[in-house]
């Protein structure tokens, strides 16, 4: 089994930084590649930005490339979601996954751990 638990989620206002974190429980975390999503108010869950197992390889929707940053330690079992330049419309859940295999994976249905989320907020 694994645990992922985000962190680092609050109140921000636009045109500033937050840092997601995303701890992972277990033995295996390098096996796995890492996804963020998020889902804002009265919207549906949307695929943000996913790295691969050794932090080689990135994707990211078009939303958010060249303001948001994932990297990832595999020492330390986390993940973590740079998050500059916010607008209104980044206000959201944002969910935490892990795909087995290791390979980046856009779709919900690839990953096969969640976490519970951790609320974003970004005001005028």
């Known amino acids: 089994q694994v645990q992922l638990v985000e962190s680092g989620g609050g109140l921000v206002q636009a045109g500033g930084s937050l840092r997601l974190s995303c701890a992972a429980s277990?033995?295996?975390?390098?096996?796995?590649?890492m996804g963020w999503f998020r889902q804002g108010p009265g919207k549906e869950r949307e695929f943000v930005v996913a790295?691969?197992?050794?932090?080689?390889?990135?994707y990211y929707a078009d939303s958010v490339s060249g303001r948001f940053t994932i990297s990832r330690d595999n020492a330390k079992k986390t993940v973590y979601l740079q998050m500059n330049s916010l607008k209104l419309e980044d206000t959201a859940v944002y969910y935490c996954?892990?795909?087995?295999?290791?390979?980046?994976?856009?779709?919900?249905?690839?990953?096969?751990?969640w976490g519970r989320g951790t609320q974003v907020t970004v005001s005028s």
């Open positions: 996954a892990a795909s087995y295999g290791g390979a980046v994976v856009v779709g919900e249905g690839e990953y096969d751990y």
């Open positions: 277990g033995r295996t975390f390098s096996s796995y590649a």
């Open positions: 790295i691969n197992w050794n932090g080689g390889r990135t």
